[in-house]
């Protein structure tokens, strides 16, 4: 239901008590207030950006991507008061913010997009500072703390409270995105923190805390705490600006549900890493003394694997944590695909034979023709990254010589981020993810969870090289090469045939075969990668010599 129609549903944290009986997704419906909506579908816009160092969703320098043309910020629509605002979907934080219109300097400085005008704020007389990205990329956002009224889908929300900006050097800003809209869980929320320690002193006493999410939490918690959706989840996928030509290059965000024609049996559904006190999260509360609480979206990686073959563990050491355990956060507001130093490093040495480890800054060379997947193991099950978001295009007339620019180093794991791994944008293009808060006051009744479905087609390697042979034709421009694509729905409808494109020129477009997604069958301890399987017919199958 898009911002504007006469059909909003007003949520009042009045109306529904704090309810600890939530029924698990996809088993079963709320049922709890009677204001339940099936769910709503929100067309994610799709923003072009430079690659920058400089902001959260970026790392390495201005470069084409072969997979997107550009670095792509995901926008979605949010009333604010009687304003509609872009902001950057970001499942890697928790805060809705916005620009104020006196916000001046840094990243807005002569940045054109719409702005919340400072005098029609109701304000907490909280400031806020909200940190971004790594040791690395890392930004800051910085301003006061208000109320207003947000809709999200026809769901409006009274006194939602949120980051008015006069601070940033978020280049997002500059890209006609004028905000973030954080999707992560509430111990996350700077702004949740700040609003009951103002009230309350210290939040490590975490009983206001807890169920300060009912009034003060994070826009998309307080909706699902209020239960005005059947099921507390949303989804993402995301689509590739050049090459996906055919369906506009946007992608879609839904709250509530799942795609159509999607069933929940058709992901792979893993369980979210929770935080104790002593890994950084939050104390359990006296109401529930043996609950843990999530954190972050992040899950546990069974193995990554390069070409079919399973890479060694980082051996770097974390600081402060447990260094065995690797798990990865999914961020949509990271542009990349970042990794442990040692790994990275080992993935570049393998694919680029020019590649210097000492060369910091430089991205490897590779082949633009030369197929490489990078795949991460999670529940048992592989999901590749499509290896036309493996690589970019650094001259816009080469189309021989390629970057693997998309995937860069992190920071090891710390108290408050686990994570080794942080699997941004090229994880969405490859993925329909899905995420399910649960039970946000007891987890335990109802544990969050993600879940993920493969949308990379199984002739992904011809894709990439028939798009190179067509780059060679065109002067070696990709954006050129690409018009003349045929792109199908990125996740075939469970139960139908997805339809063949037709055409009345093939020399002059690629036909994308209409082919389900890869399955691939769990990997047994002893085996390099698990058997690939296509249409349910074994295709190839893997050594059992593993690394250890």
Known sequence: MPIGVTAIIYVFSSLVALSTGISAYPQGRLGRSGLQHPG?????????????QDYKTGGGSSIIGIGNNFDILYTVPIELGN???????????????????????????????????????????????????DSTTGTFASGTVGLDTATIAGIAVPKQAFGLIEDTTNLLVQFDAAGIFGLSFPVASRIQQVLEADKTGSIIETDDFITATYSNGPLLSRIVMAGALE????????????????????????????????????????PVRLYTAEDGGVGAPSFAPDEVYPYHWEIDIDG???????????????????????SALIDTGNSLLRGPEDVVNRIFSTVSTSYNINSQGFAPTVPCNTPHTLAFQIGGELFPIDPRDFISQLDPENAVTCYADNLVTTDPPTPGSLFRWSLGVPFFRSNLVAFHYGNLTHPSVDPPRIGIRSNVPSNADELLENAVQKALQNGGNFSKAYMHEISIDPFPVDGLEPAHPTSSSPENQVSVSASTSPIFTPIPKS?????????????????CSMYM
């Open 40 to 52: 709503y579908d929100i067309t994610i816009k799709a923003i072009g950006a430079p690659k920058s």
């Open 83 to 133: 304003k509609v605002f872009p902001v950057n979907l970001d499942t890697g934080s928790s805060d809705l913010w916005v620009v104020s219109d006196k916000c001046e300097t840094n990243a807005c400085k002569d940045a054109s997009v719409t702005r919340y005008p400072q005098s029609s704020l109701l304000p907490t007389g909280n400031d806020v500072d909200m940190h971004y990205g």
């Open 231 to 270: 099921n507390p989840i949303f989804s993402v996928s995301l689509q590739r600006n050049a090459v996906d030509t055919e369906i506009g290059g946007n992608g879609l965000f839904t709250v509530g549900k799942l795609p159509e024609g999607i069933s929940d049996s058709s992901l792979t559904w893993v």
């Open 304 to 326: 990554v694997f390069l070409d079919g073959q399973r890479l060694p563990d980082s051996t770097i050491p974390a600081d402060g944590v447990d260094s065995q355990r690797v």
């Open 527 to 543: 085996c390099t990668a698990p058997t690939l399987l296509h249409d349910n017919k074994k295709t190839s199958v893997a050594s």
